[in-house]
């Protein structure tokens, strides 16, 4: 009843706005197709150039419809916001839109049939990348796109208009995932995600192989039972299926969490599932990309074979330890350039330069043969970690509401291109029994994920993931922007083909009704909603048995990392952290005199001031010094004023310094219509968390 | 002597800097380009998966090698700027490194034959944009790139990967100048840009068409000169000549105005060469298409005919009217939205529809046919002065710093890339003959425009432009990356390839001697530097004769323009200015309430007040009530409260009102290093300002 009332509140308050919008748009298209005849006729002797001329200002023509998709659904959102309507994030609604435009495009815009495509038929062996054509004696340069099936080349010359607003999948790939997953990393709530690390390491990488595995082998399943039944008219081997069980083991943080932030959910919770939809991302490309290099080496392609199956392995390592190193390099690089040169003066510049260094990963990550997209992630996660220290305040803000926008845009887009994908991409194969099966293979997998994991992970934690955690993780698993980029990316057989289709159905259900869901999901499993991220840890400040219990379950396996990190890694890369004069060996004294910034000293006197402060917290006192006795592997240098820190850097030191970075990442104008505090988690789109 | 010692200095500097990364550069390059071979040969049955991963990792490679460059580009700015090294520009900077990079591309890396081009002869009478090809059954797609010179064909085959470094010369046409240009009119300094409108439209307007034929005539003289001494290869037109005297009558800001504000140039010089050379690139682009436009109907398609020659006149004017008033629609609509919707609560909404409908501009303007370019220019204008208003202080920070970004990014690729081009380019025609006469006749026509024009306005003006000014201007006729997009646009005859070649060495010499030369310039014509653009302001009103003249010579042309703004668009557009119902005849009394915001009455009172404390400066209270008597076109409405700013929009009003709306404009962050007031000129690359 709720749910009515809202949406016919919503409707009316979208109707005002997109029909106008739509007509003019519907019209604009029309006077941009109209007038290109017209003028064609003009000069009909200047052919070549003006043929480019007009496709450019098709491509403009195209280009603007998507912009406009964009404008509409910002309004749309800007309404929904303003009027409190919460049932339809962002990115459903600008599936809607594009679902909208692509009918319009599909069925009310009639183009005539272009004849200028011509089929040659040549004697060639090979494609060449490209074709140097004389045509009665000129010649003419043209560039390879790709092949066609042999049936779809009538379709080509018949919907050259629809062709025309579809764009070359590779755009996804390279222009606009790579914003998206860069913000994500470079946006990670470091403190619960260190605090949480166990636990989304293994739903993000066995969580991801289980999920695909699942799925592959339930929709092989499916496949050999279509077969059967004679409902498949191709071919769809067993790696084609583990192929789609790896492209939709990609799960899409951006709606769920949109509402977790407005509604405070939970920060564990939180934490779990952005962390595992950040890093199941980077699992899931590799994953098929290692599944396509699977090729035995008989002549039947399709068998099993065990060296070819430990090659696909040795693919997924290789190219995930190398793009992992390719984005921490270019990261570590990035902070070394920001620490060691005085660009802070010249905020441009400064920006300038983590702009370019941070694209210059996934540039370096696909040159040299790995993925790009996963190397920017952990360019991401290394920027945010270390280079953001060194940066100026107004290069911090710049560069975050930079990428804020960037992500903003790119996933806006890509939403909207999947809603018009639905009616102008022309091969679809809608296939009942194949998408039934895929269905229940997505919920089965999704399940054989978290529950199993969650039970072997509780064995270990203290801080248990309780049911209904568990309940809310299973429902959460939308699949965005990287399922449908994995999926066009190669549509060229059937079997891919019936896939995108698929996916593109699973993408639309998930967001609608999963997403769309998530309140009442919440309420539902009682979560407990409005948790200040901060709040939360004061709570676990007072009580110091249970703030010690959520450390320890995480810190066993990082203390190791983190205390390198503390005392070694940050002091060299940014100029926080204690100096390395009392961290390092004293033999090394030059070199860590040289790579010692002089803030650093600062930041010594300035940390004990600080743990004073703390120590005035009755409960914080007891914490600091029962992990000071936890810690054993304290060098013992510099013991006199610095041993608090320098040493000493246990998990209560984590955990602070985390907080810390937190507090640093927090953005501006976003107090303006919520009572909230300075310690918001960092960096989550501001408008997404007011509530009004 | 000074020079050499900061000469040496500064490539001591750069030393260090770029011999391991350009080092780097290389290997990089290699080794992409020796890893490729080998992965060939593993699956040799997915050959155009292959082929297309290939070609994507070898853009990846040449765009890497493009970041890179920025990157130095960036670091030894920085260099520079720490140094106080002020005889080389950014721009000049990048065009040195394009330079080196592409010596060592041409020279230094040699890439086996690629033997993948075929060349096909084919019987078809077009050249269709898609090519389908049937390759021994298979079909695969090709699209056209363009037509290629006979001669060209083997050039093609062999340096293959010289093209690969070649991008489309479209990109910098609707990628890359667009922000750059946007820019341009969003920081355009209104207060002393509408001082000086009357000169700053003569220069840019009459001064180009002036420079555009002096240098056309210029250069056929040259060319017949050529033909007689038989120096000349191919047809060279009359049309080429004005083609080219259009491309190279665009003149480029950004090095002599990064060293003026640097050295707080005097205002009115600054806003004369700022204004002509923001407005003379959209004339010049205009008068280029015009150009090409022009086709006489007989045969000989190059004799002079009044039909062909009003036509080209007619579409300057409805090319330029189009997209000038299609910039100004864009951005009143966003100023629309932004008024009347409460999207200021959501700055990421806000700044993301901002740039959306900006770029929206540039599409809707190429798919029309009009020049996007142009349009951009003129939305940004729009934007800065109706929009900006009504944006929220985090919205105005972020446009600001994104389009300031995008500027500097682009234009630094633009420049680098010119380097490159000089020896990457397949088809240069060195001609010493016309480079020789080129040099001469863009001397006479930038001479034949700034003297002239200065001559006639003085007439008018009462702040003459003096001698020095006008010696200055015509040594900052700097050209820059609108020059060079016009004309790399179309290198298909021989004499656009000439041109191309030619342009390219004028831009160089222009950047190089005239930008580094500009300071000795500058203290050679004896022109005041450290002139505080507020200070100024602040002699003027204690000195009130001075002012009055200032404010009148430009103020006549603009009176009418600014009441109307000041009283009717204003209050529509923004929550500033006088309510609409003091201004709007009583008839129009809903309307006028229904547009009026409410923030509008409270201006009202503020006004007032505001009014009341200028009232005590003793020089302005007279000059307030000197303009009151002049104003008679006061509507006499709402008198009692209102007067004073209601009808009374007089110049002083306007003045003042630009000086704040510049306030308002002042960026942050710019008072780390100079010892600046609140009152600099808005939005000027900031690091540009710091003199250190």
């Known amino acids: 009843m709720v749910f009515k009332v809202t949406v016919t509140r919503a409707w009316r308050a979208t109707r005002t706005l997109w029909l106008p919008m739509l007509v003019s748009l519907s019209v604009c298209v029309c006077v941009c197709r109209a007038s290109s005849p017209q003028e064609d006729s003009a000069m009909e002797n200047i052919v070549t150039e003006k043929k480019a001329e007009e496709s450019h200002r098709q491509d403009s023509a195209d280009l603007l419809i998507f912009i406009m998709l964009l404008t509409l659904t910002i309004l749309t959102i800007w309404l929904f916001k303003h009027r409190r309507f919460r049932f339809l994030h962002e990115t459903g609604l600008a599936m809607i839109y594009g679902l909208l435009v692509g009918v319009v495009l599909r069925y009310g815009i009639h183009v005539p049939r272009d004849m200028g495509n011509v089929t ?53 790939f390279n222009i606009l995932l ?38 592959g082998l339930l929709m092989y399943g499916c496949v050999t039972l279509m077969k059967q039944l004679k409902q498949l008219d191709g071919d769809f081997f067993f790696t084609d ?4 069980g790896a492209i939709v083991s990609a799960t899409d943080p951006v709606t769920v969490l949109a509402i977790f932030n407005e509604l405070q959910v ?38 099993f074979e065990v060296m070819a199956m430990l090659k696909s392995f040795g693919v997924f390592l290789g190219v995930f330890s190398g793009s992992f190193a390719l984005g921490v390099a270019t990261g570590v690089f990035t902070a070394l350039v920001t620490k060691f040169t005085k660009l802070r003066d010249f905020q441009l510049l400064e920006t300038a330069l983590f ?21 920017v992630l952990f360019c991401g996660i290394t920027q945010a970690h270390y280079t953001f220290n060194n940066l100026s305040p107004e290069s911090q ?33 809608f296939n009942p029994m194949f998408i039934v099966g895929a269905f229940l293979a997505v919920f089965v997998g999704r399940a054989a994920n978290i529950y199993p994991l969650s039970f072997l992970l509780n064995l270990g934690r203290r801080n248990k993931i309780r049911s209904n955690f568990q309940h809310m993780m299973m429902f959460a698993g939308l699949r965005g922007a990287m399922t449908f980029a994995l999926s066009i990316r190669d549509t060229a057989t059937y079997a891919r083909q019936m896939m995108f289709t698929t996916t593109l159905l699973v993408v639309f259900f998930t967001v609608w009704i999963c ?81 010692t910034s002089p803030q650093a000293y600062e930041n010594e006197c300035q940390l004990k001031d600080d743990d004073s402060d703390l120590i005035l917290t009755d409960g914080d006192m007891n914490l600091t010094y029962g992990d000071m006795t936890v810690s054993t592997d304290a060098t013992g240098a510099h013991m006199s004023g610095g041993a608090a820190f320098a040493g000493a850097a246990t998990c209560d030191d984590l955990d602070r310094e985390l907080t810390y970075g937190d507090h640093e990442l927090v953005m501006r104008g976003t107090r303006l219509v919520l009572p909230m505090d300075d310690s918001e988690p960092p960096f989550t789109d501001p408008y997404q968390r007011l509530r009004m």
């Not at 054509?133 to 042999?150: F, P, R, W």
């Not at 299926?241 to 789609?244: A, E, I, P, S």
Request: charge should be negative.
């Open 266 to 303: 939970d920060v564990d919770l939180y934490a779990l599932l952005f962390g595992e939809s950040v890093l199941n991302d980077a699992v899931a490309v590799i994953l098929s990309s290692s599944i396509v290099a699977y090729q035995p080496q008989g002549d039947n392609s399709h068998t």
């Open 178 to 215: 790579p914003p998206i997953i860069f913000h994500a990393g470079y946006s990670l709530k470091r403190r619960h995600f260190f605090r949480n690390m166990g636990s989304i390491l293994a739903y993000a990488f066995l969580g991801t192989v289980i999920s695909c595995f699942v799925i």
């Open 397 to 429: 803000d710049r560069t975050k509401q930079l990428f804020e926008l960037l992500n903003f845009l790119a996933e806006n887009f890509i939403f909207s291109y999947m809603g018009l994908t639905l009616f102008t991409f022309q091969n679809h194969i």
């Open 241 to 244: 299926c583990l192929f789609f």
């Open 515 to 595: 997403g769309g869901g998530t309140t009442q999901m919440l309420s539902c499993q009682r979560i407990r909603v409005g948790v200040d991220s901060d709040q939360d840890n004061s709570i676990s400040i007072t009580d110091g048995s249970e703030r010690r219990s959520t450390k320890h379950e995480s810190a066993w396996l990082f203390r190791i990392w983190y205390n390198f990190d503390h005392n070694y890694l940050k002091p060299i890369l940014t100029h926080s952290g204690p100096p390395l004069t009392a961290t390092l060996p004293p033999c090394c004294g030059p070199l860590a005199r040289f790579l």
């Open 355 to 375: 702009f370019l260094m941070s694209w210059s990963t996934f540039l370096l990550a696909e040159a040299c043969g790995f993925t790009g997209v996963v190397a």
């Open 120 to 172: 040659l038929s040549c004697h060639v062996n090979a494609s060449p990348a490209t074709l140097l054509v004389n045509i009665s004696g000129k010649y003419y340069e043209y560039t390879l796109k790709g092949e066609i099936g042999a049936n779809e080349v009538n379709d080509v010359q018949d919907n050259e208009m629809l062709r025309k607003v579809t764009f070359d999948p590779e755009v996804f």
